[in-house]
Every structure is written in structure tokens, then in C-alpha cells.
């Protein structure tokens, strides 16, 4: 990108933050177009401008700025603005291939999947895309009713990568390449390659570039989970309800934040333990620590601003200790997630 379009770009960033905070559809739309009248292409308007600025999004929530409504009505703004890209350009035509882009069963990410979407058909690729959530018995029938020489697999919860296994592998067997991408597959996409996908691109643009010099993709890709013998994953997936209330019994005894939580938040707090232990399991799953650890830190950053206090966490992974004291890769994850809240200043000291 010229200095010159970086610049129309960062003019008018301002705004639209503002058109996305005020839900303004219209004005958002017309901001973009403007922006590409004045020359800036729709793939810089994709990446330099509409994707930071859903960023800037998901952390207002997360600072406990804005509700859940606002983020979704902001959401549906910068879907908006890329669906208006995409009407207005043209692309080449016959397609280069065609690719298939969706979200796994339980993503609700799916505006960076959309963004992937639009820069591969900018490119001159057929594109499908599936959105959110789409389980993966649908997505194979899909596949084989319309042919795509190519599945691009959006991941941005780590939590997801057991399920993410799944339809990988689920894509293999019916001989469709897969093209992994998103923040939940961890630092490099390291996780992509642990499940065996063929490809992995960090950015829409990147994934552009690595599918023009290898196409057709290879089907390449070989999971790596040996490790996945010693059955504690497993163990993890078959005790989750177990765990999950004996998390919440000790947290009544030993934590009065939680006796003094309302029905609403009790219910958020239950679901946030029952993400801790889902994350536990699919670091477990993957064998690497960091799954576990990048979520205590996230829901640290979370709780705190809630107004409770994230030592509650080193309370709970503490809490896990005795009933897995029989699993001792599992441990070995929680002995991390005690390190890393520590770190991060929040131990919990019994009173
Ligand atoms: C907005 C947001 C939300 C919104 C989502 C709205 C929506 N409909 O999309 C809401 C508030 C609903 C949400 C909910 C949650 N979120 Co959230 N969310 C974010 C946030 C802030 C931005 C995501 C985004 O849109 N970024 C903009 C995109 C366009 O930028 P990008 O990632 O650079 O995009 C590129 C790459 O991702 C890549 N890419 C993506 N997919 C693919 C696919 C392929 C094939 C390829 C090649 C490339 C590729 O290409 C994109 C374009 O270049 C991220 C943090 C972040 N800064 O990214 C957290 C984040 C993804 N969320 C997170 C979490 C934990 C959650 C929740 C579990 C929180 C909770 N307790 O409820 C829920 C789970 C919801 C669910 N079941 O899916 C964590 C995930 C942690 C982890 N390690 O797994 C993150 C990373 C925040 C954090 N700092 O920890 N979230």
C-alpha cells in the first residue's frame, strides 16, 4: 500500500470506529466506497481498516465498555461494510478454483472468515461461504454436492481444536485439502499443523498469495497426536461435569464473590468455568500449555473490569489439582496456569 492510501486509510479510522460504536450502516457503507473512489483497493479497506477496527470491537467488550448488543449491532456494521465491497467489485471470471470458507461447530467469529472470504474471490477464486457454526456431517455433504477444490477452515478459539480435529480430518477422508487460518491455531498457526491440515496462512492476504503459487493445494497434511495415548484428554471430556461442580462447590466456600453473585452472573460465571476446563482439555488435546494459559490471561482481562477479582482464577485452577491428581500431563498444564497467573500478579491467598 502507497504512504498516500495508508494515509486515506488512517483519516478515516476515526470515523468509522464512530459509525461502528453508533451502529450506522449506512454511513459505514458510504465511508468505504468513498474510500474506494479515491483509489485505496478493497483489499486494503478489508485489512487496514475494517479488520483493526473490529478488533478495537471485541476489546471495548472485553473492558466491559460495551454490552454484548453493542459488539453484535457493531458486528453486523462491519459485515455490512464488506458486503458492500464486494457488490461493487468486479473479479475475474472463470474462477481460479473454487474454495469453500466456513466456521467450525461452535465459532461465532466469523467476521475474519468473511474477510478471508472476500480478499480470495477479490483474488480470482470461486468462493462459498458458509459462515458460522457449520457442523461437520453438513459440511462434508456440502463438499461432495458442490464439488470445492478447497476448505478454508477459520479457528479463532483455541478451544475449538478438538472439534477442529474432527472436520479436518473428516475433510480428508473425503480427499478436499484444507486450509487452516485464525488466531486458535495458535502462535504460527503451530496447532494447524498438529491437526494435520495441509495449509496455513496467518492473514486473508497471505493465504491469497501461498494459494496462487501452490494451487491445486496439496492433501499433504498428517495430524501429530501421538501423545493423545495416554488417555488423559479423554478423562478430561468424560469428567467435565464432575469437575465443573465440584468448581463451583468449592467456589462457594472459599470464593464470596461467587455467594454474592446474582442468577445472571452466576450462570456467566458457571459458563466461564465450564470454557476453563473445555480450554484445559483442548491444550491437553494439542499437548501444549498455552491453550490453557492465553485463557486465564483473557479471562483475567475480563473479570477484572467486572468488578471480580481474576486471583479467583489461581483459586480455581488450584481447585483442579486433586481431581487430576492422577492425569500427570494435565498437571503439568495447570502447574503452568498457576505460573502464568502468577506472572500476572494474581494469586489467590487463603484468608
Ligand atoms: C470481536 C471478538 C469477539 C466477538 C465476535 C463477533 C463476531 N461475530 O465475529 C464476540 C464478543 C461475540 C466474541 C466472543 C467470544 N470470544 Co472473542 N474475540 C473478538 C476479537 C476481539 C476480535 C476478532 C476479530 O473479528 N478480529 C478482526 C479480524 C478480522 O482480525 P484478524 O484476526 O487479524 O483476521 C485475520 C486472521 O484471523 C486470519 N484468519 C481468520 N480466519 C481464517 C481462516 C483462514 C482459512 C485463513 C487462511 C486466515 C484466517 O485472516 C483474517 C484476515 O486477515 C478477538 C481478539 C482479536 N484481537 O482478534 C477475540 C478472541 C478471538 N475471542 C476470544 C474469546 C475467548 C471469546 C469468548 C470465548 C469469550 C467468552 N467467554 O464469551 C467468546 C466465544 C464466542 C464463540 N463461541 O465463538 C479469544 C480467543 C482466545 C483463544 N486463545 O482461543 C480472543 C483471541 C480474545 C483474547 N485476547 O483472548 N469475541
Known sequence: MTAERSDAIE??????????????????????????????????????????????????????????????????????????????????????????????????????????????????????????????????????QNGSDLIALSCMLAVRLPRMYRTIEACR?????????????????IWARTLGADLYARTAVDAADLLAEQWPPPLTGAPALDHLADGEYAQLVGRRGDLLRHLVDHLHRCFPPMRRCADERHEAAVEDLGFLVDFLAAGVFVDDPRVFTDFLVFLADVLAPRGVPPAGLDLVVRALCEPLSDLPRTLTHLAAGRGRLERAGHTWTDA
Open 11 to 144: 483519516s478515516v479510522r476515526t470515523a468509522f470506529d464512530d459509525h461502528l460504536a453508533r451502529a450506522d450502516e449506512t454511513a459505514a457503507v458510504a465511508l468505504v466506497l468513498d474510500l474506494l473512489a479515491r483509489g485505496v483497493s478493497a483489499e486494503d479497506v478489508l485489512l487496514d481498516l475494517i479488520a483493526p477496527a473490529q478488533a478495537a470491537v471485541g476489546e471495548r467488550w472485553v473492558a466491559n465498555e460495551w454490552s454484548v448488543a453493542q459488539e453484535h449491532a457493531a458486528t453486523h456494521v462491519s459485515n455490512r461494510a464488506v458486503a458492500a465491497l464486494a457488490a461493487v467489485t468486479v473479479v475475474p471470471d472463470p474462477p481460479l478454483g473454487s474454495v469453500a470458507v466456513a466456521c467450525p461447530d461452535g465459532e461465532w467469529h466469523t467476521l475474519p472468515a468473511h474477510i478471508v472470504a472476500e480478499v480470495l474471490r477479490l483474488r480470482g477464486f470461486g468462493v462459498r461461504f458458509l459462515g458460522a457454526g457449520v457442523p461437520t456431517a453438513h459440511l462434508i455433504s456440502y463438499l461432495h
Open 173 to 189: 477422508l473425503a480427499r478436499v485439502p484444507v486450509l487452516a487460518g485464525g488466531a486458535g491455531f495458535g502462535p504460527d498457526g
